[in-house]
């Protein structure tokens, strides 16, 4: 009888004991991942590795599509994630608005070089890790390219002339894909980074500051005449045209260069024998860089309950080279963690990325990004194809494109 | 039936008791949220900050000079006026088709009602890849190559490929209400207009719309706010596309809340928009329910 009454005793120490300790056993973060819907490997490894450390990573996988309203919904609820994985161009927005945590001062962002995280800095402060880097430029199809005797131009006139040249033989120049109205706001950017950001860095800040504007500005009415002068060389049903597809008719050989960024690597190498490189979008001069872009990047919520398990999971990011490599091999990514080294076969356009990484050809697009974010881009990219279709004139496209500052705010 | 007046306290009381979970519903899931979007309407929060200004009502007179406002509210006032005719006619052409009593009617019924089964961002997809590829495909493979069919990427055919898909979707929906109707009219009232000697075209005229009146009420009203609400299948048909040429309001509302960052100007937006449809709904209600005959 005596056994029994303490039966119940020791039932509920150990519940006591038990709702104490479990918490602190397993700590739960909610991460809002872009990554999810791309990577199932890596994301299974992330998850297991956190588990190691006592983290439990409740993973919300995300279309890129989707994540600004997602995530602008969850900040308006009060029930922002802890953990995020977005864009290095979304930092510009996100941190002036308190949102993020301040992470400077962490050891181990050391792992990543300082040029990838310079840009991404704001007020001097640092809010992001940035992971992952795209490379854009002029992607190439070499077997099209060396059977015609065409080099990579270093000038705009030389790449319409080669242009011409390919056409001449029946080939179509351009690969592009103007359905996705993200295409045309990629590549205006891309332009404009040769053109207007090579000569002047702040203009983006003198726009809002009413000392520039779009039509006032030669460079950008050559960048939006270079997107007319790709619609004029590629596919006549480009409007038609996704992604998927301009990727599967360049991989067909049915256009001979596609302006884009290394996030087309996964679609391309799907046929292991073709062959492409990359060089950098040419300007009216000669010397444009090959555009660096820090692609996913992870941040914290300013807001979490969670931040020392939050910050556990972003130091394991940022000096796990084994979780990086995989991202880099299931992601067809570029890794910024310091020494990651993938295990796979370099891709056909990793010498040319190799070859301006080591000459320091290259630029970091966060400077055009951050002045004009992307939600500028796609409203002059409407505008710009509104103009391809007849429906305004380039002048009209140019002035529309200024206006479009009083539209798009800048972060408070 | 009692009047509400000559009921006593207790059956007022009860029938107040009963209105309640309904009306509670109503305030919590309608007018608070209205309240609330009006609230923000008159603010410049960011949806990313903590912090946010009283600006009165800045945001409704920002509206009005946005050149965006006007292209999306009159793209979608040609899309809804042009669904609602083209709906209405071919749905009830299908009913009239379907209602006679011959073998395969069940089938062709179900054949025609299907497509509304599926969700509309798929349907925008599937109707994107067959404007955008397949039918291209199929007509250059009999050698025709000089008509487009590709509709959705150009500003002067998208409203025609976005009616088709739309129309193609649910017409077979409307078709049922009007199948209802259609079966509920009593076969006398023809046998003794025929008797009469009513023509075809006089019997439907004068019998048969007067009779399905309801369903037309029904079927007007109902696709008019469905095509004032359009977005799905315009997000995965074009995205709004070529240029903004096929944005609808709801499309430009969202984007200016997400895309802009300017919740405030949208909820304006939201507002106006609620408002204009409040007004077409008790419209076109009192205009076709004076049409309405009863036997």
Redesign the interface.
Known sequence: MKLLNKVPRSIAVAALVLSVSLPALAQNVKFFSWYGTETETYTGQLIEKAKKMGVTLDVEPVVWDQMQPLLQARIAAGTMPDLLDFKGQDIATYAPAGTLLDLTGQAWLKNIPDGARANLKVDGKEYAVPYTAAFQGVFYNRKIFEKFGIKAPSTYAELMAAAAALKAKGVTPFATHFKDNWNIGNITMQFAMAEVFNENPKWGDELYANKTSFEGTDGYRRVFQHVKDLADNSWKDTFSVDFTEASKRFVKGEAAMFVTGTWVNSNLTIDPTFDYGVFPFPGAKAGAKLIFEPNHTWAVSAKTANKAAALKVLEMVATDKQLAATVVDEAGAYSLINGVKSDKKPRPVDKDIDAAKATNNIIDVSIGNNQIKWAYQEEYSKLIAEWLLGKRTLDDALKGATAVRTSVTRAK | MKRISSLTRRQKRSLTLMALPGLLIYVLGMLIPIAIGFAFSLTDW?????SWNFVGFDNYGQLLK?ERFYSAMSFTMIFAFANTILQNVIALGLAMLLNQKIRGTTMARTVVFAPCLISAIIVGIIW?QL???IF?DIMKTFGVTDISV?L????GTVMSGLLIINNWQWAGYWMLIYLAALQAVPPEVYEAAYIDGAGPFRRFFRITIPLIAPAITVNIVSIVLGSFQVYELIVTAT???????SESFIMYV?N????????GLASANSMTYVVLLFVIAVVQLKILRKREVQI
């Open positions: 960011s949806g990313i900050s903590d946005d994107s404007f955008g590829s291209p590709s959705l990427s150009k500003p995205g709004g596309g070529p240029g903004n040429s969202y200016v809340a997400f895309a802009r960052q300017q919740p």
